[in-house]
């Protein structure tokens, strides 16, 4: 199916610094998800972005899909320990939702 | 509360001893879908349904069998097990799917954790 690549694979960071992880695709995407997954537990959805250039809020997360629709960012401001997890990108260019790799967020007091 | 339930949350089997792991949903979900997560590799989609008697092969299905014959429970069955089908599974639903462009969020079961020895 198509690549959805995510970087970094991991990222370690002090409580109060950002945290920023990337998703990319080689073909254009229809719309793409976010979710977020705590150290033994379950994704859970967090947002989706449909349209090209747009940003959200949640809070201190702020997510943009890109102008071209190929690629979209999750940026964390000041972390929290509660932020601690792996967060997921996952976009659709036809009938599939196909995920990217995540990116695991340690915060450390 | 509407949830993703699955069972057994964990289990230990021996390679070819024939195995199901369960998945119900309370939401009136068309979309069900079975997931593989794997260190380094991420979800990977094993097998879909996006509806009663429709199911679709995904990325990664060979070992693997569903079946979709009530809109509330989406089986996935391994006939005969083997150590490379060690993972964490999750089973997931959404309102829509299967149309093209668009997706609805998912909700996920808490998972099943598998060893195959």
């Known amino acids: 199916g198509q690549q959805v690549m995510q970087i970094p694979q991991y990222q370690h960071v002090q409580e109060g610094e950002d945290f920023t992880t990337y998703c990319n695709s080689s073909?254009?995407?229809?719309?793409i998800q976010w979710y977020k997954q705590r150290p033994g537990g379950h994704p859970v959805f967090l947002i989706q972005?449909?349209?090209?250039?747009e940003v959200k809020k949640q809070k201190r997360l702020t997510f943009q899909f890109g102008e071209a629709k190929k690629n979209s960012s999750l940026h964390i401001t000041a972390t929290q320990t509660t932020d601690v997890g792996t967060y997921f990108c996952?976009?659709?260019?036809?009938?599939?939702?196909?995920f990217g790799k995540g990116t695991s967020l340690l915060v450390t007091p | 509360e509407a949830q993703v339930t699955q069972n057994p949350r964990y289990l230990i089997t021996v390679t070819g001893k024939k195995l199901t792991v369960t998945c119900s949903q309370n939401?009136?979900?068309?979309?069900m879908s079975w997931y593989r997560q794997d260190p380094g590799l991420g979800l990977r989609q094993i097998y879909y349904?996006?509806?009663?008697?429709?199911?679709d092969k995904g990325d990664v299905p060979e070992g693997y069998k569903v079946s979709r014959k009530e809109k509330r429970n989406f089986p996935l069955i391994l006939e005969s097990p083997s150590p490379n089908q060690t993972s964490l599974y999750f089973c997931?639903?959404?309102?829509?799917?299967?149309?093209?462009?668009?997706?609805?969020?998912?909700?996920f079961g808490n998972g099943t954790r598998l060893t195959v020895t």
């Open positions: 997931a639903s959404s309102p829509l799917g299967g149309i093209v462009g668009y997706n609805s969020p998912l909700h």
């Open positions: 073909t254009t995407l229809s719309n």
């Open positions: 972005l449909v349209k090209s250039g």
């Open positions: 996952a976009g659709n260019s036809g009938y599939a939702l196909n």
């Open positions: 939401m009136n979900h068309e979309y």
């Open positions: 349904s996006m509806n009663v008697e429709v199911t």
